[in-house]
Structure formats: C-alpha cells, structure tokens
C-alpha cells in the first residue's frame, strides 16, 4: 500500500505539472469522492450546517449533502503535495487576498501567529502564506500527520521548504521558532486543556487559551486570518488588523480571545456551510452569556 500511495504522489505531482488546475481538479475529483465515503457515517449526518451558529430548527442535512461536503474538504488536500509550487503565478492567480499588508506589517519586528477557525479549507492556510515567502508552520493536531506515509511525504516536502511541522503539545520548540519575520497558523477554536468563552452577538465560542499564552510568551503578533473557498482550487484569504498588543502583553486572555472571535466570527458565519464539525461544535447559539474561564 505504502508503494502504491507513493506512486500516486509521484504521478500527482507529474500531473500538476502538466494539466491545467482545472482539469487536474476534475481529474480527481472521483478520488476525492471515494476517499469522503470513508468518512461518512449516515448515523451521524451533521454537516454541513445552514447556519453558525447551528440553529435546532435547521433541519439534518441529508447523507447525499455530507458527502459533497467530506468531498470538497478531501480536494484541499492535494495542495499539500505542491508546496513547492504555489508561488507559481498560475496558483496566485488563484487566491485572492484581503488584507495581507497587515500580515506583512506585523512580521517586520516580531513573530506572528496567525489565528483562525476550522473551515473545510483551513488545511491550505499555512500553505498558501507560505507561498507569500513568508516562513510559516503549522501545528496540526491531528497526529497521523506523524504516522501516515502519505502524510510523512507532506511533512518532508515542507521541511525541505524550511516550513516546520509542529506536533501538538511542542512549546518549547514552537517558542523557540517563533522570531521575527516568522509565523505559525494556530486555530483557536480546537479545545484541548484550557479554553474561554466568549461572547460574540448571540452566540458564544469555545476558544483554547493556548495561541494567546502563546503570544505573550513569544512577543508576537496575534492576526486574524480566515481562509474560504470560491470555487474548485480557488480561494480568498481575510488578513484582519492583529489584536491589540496591549492586550497580549498585559496577558489578558480574555481581551486577546474576544478581538479575535469577533474579527472572525463573522466572516466564517457567512460561509456556514464550510465550518467543518470543530467550529460548528465551538460556536453556541445563546442570548446572555458571561465568559468564563475553564480548565480541563
């Protein structure tokens, strides 16, 4: 199997090299397809969702709208076998960009770490920065990303690059890396140990505490970023001015959290179809809330 996925990455690779993006996109869009199957559980047909966040009258999506929606996600994912090549003007063409002179400005004199929500596209983010020239990590804590073989190639390909792949729980070596001119893409709203809620209109968000402790530690910047998709392999990137760095300085959690939910929450609740099932579970309908700070 190892061998066969090996084979397939070299011919994907040849592929891209030679295709137009749109025919290539269509190409293996049945393999997109095929491996979304794998991922359906009609038991369980959540997404996608008509609104963020999730209203109970919304009705279930069917299991025909969930595998579209598994498919689309599934398609994000050969991006990774191109890294070297996204900085081509053939992919640029492709991205449109909001706002990046702001990701631009905070990287003259301190790290960044670029904040954002689950979206099906999310997986491209650090990628697609990274094709800016700017030297980007990303820590994803899924940890197959350092078992599977296909997924191993995907984090060779961007080490070469000089783009580290984090496992989750690194500090250290991610306080150590980050430095002036330097980012990584953080979402916020995958919960692990400690968490906030904050307020945001009539919802309520579940953010992890970790990317702003994080920042204080380090002197970065906080910059929201959010990434959606316009169309097969095509997306638009929102940069948003960084949180105020009084806030990440003086440590205050709760301040840092609540710019950057309400910088993004907007944005992605505009696209509710593409929230995959971390930020639809994060984001909570509600009408009076009062953060509170929670440990686990």
């Not at 330097?182 to 904050?198: F, K, N, W």
């Not at 209109?201 to 204080?216: I, K, Y």
């Amino acid at each position: 199997m190892d061998r066969l996925k090996g084979a397939f990455y070299g011919l994907s690779r040849t592929l891209e090299s030679v295709l137009p993006l749109d025919l290539l996109w269509w190409l293996l869009l049945p393999l997109s397809a095929l491996l979304a199957a794998r991922h359906l559980r009609p038991s369980r047909v959540d997404l996608p969702v008509r609104s963020l966040p999730r209203r109970e009258s919304d009705p279930k999506p069917s299991e025909q709208a969930s595998w579209r929606h598994l498919t689309e996600f599934q398609t994000h994912w050969w991006l990774l076998g191109w890294l070297d090549r996204l900085g081509q003007p053939r992919w640029q063409r492709r991205i449109e960009w909001q706002g990046v002179e702001h990701l631009h400005r905070a990287l003259i004199d301190r790290p960044v770490i670029i904040v954002t929500l689950h979206t099906t596209s999310v997986v491209a983010l650090a990628a697609l920065i990274r094709s800016l020239g700017i030297t980007t990590a990303a820590a994803p804590a899924d940890q197959s990303w350092f078992r599977s073989s296909s997924r191993l190639r995907k984090v060779a390909l961007a080490e070469e690059l000089g783009a580290t792949v984090f496992r989750r729980g690194a500090s250290r070596e991610i306080i150590d890396y980050l430095r002036p001119g330097r980012a990584i893409v953080l979402p916020v709203d995958h919960v692990q140990a400690r968490s906030i809620d904050v307020a945001c209109g009539e919802a309520t968000v579940t953010v992890g505490t970790g990317p702003f402790r994080l920042a204080r530690a380090t002197g970065s910047a906080l910059v929201p970023v959010l990434i959606t998709s316009s169309g097969p392999w095509r997306y638009r990137i929102d940069v948003l001015p960084p949180a105020p760095q009084a806030h990440v300085e003086s440590g205050s959690v709760a301040g840092s959290a609540s710019y950057v939910v309400a910088q993004l929450l907007p944005l992605a609740a505009r696209e509710p179809d593409q929230a995959m099932q971390t930020l639809v579970d994060a984001v909570i309908q509600t009408r009076s809330v009062v953060s509170e700070t929670r440990s686990g």
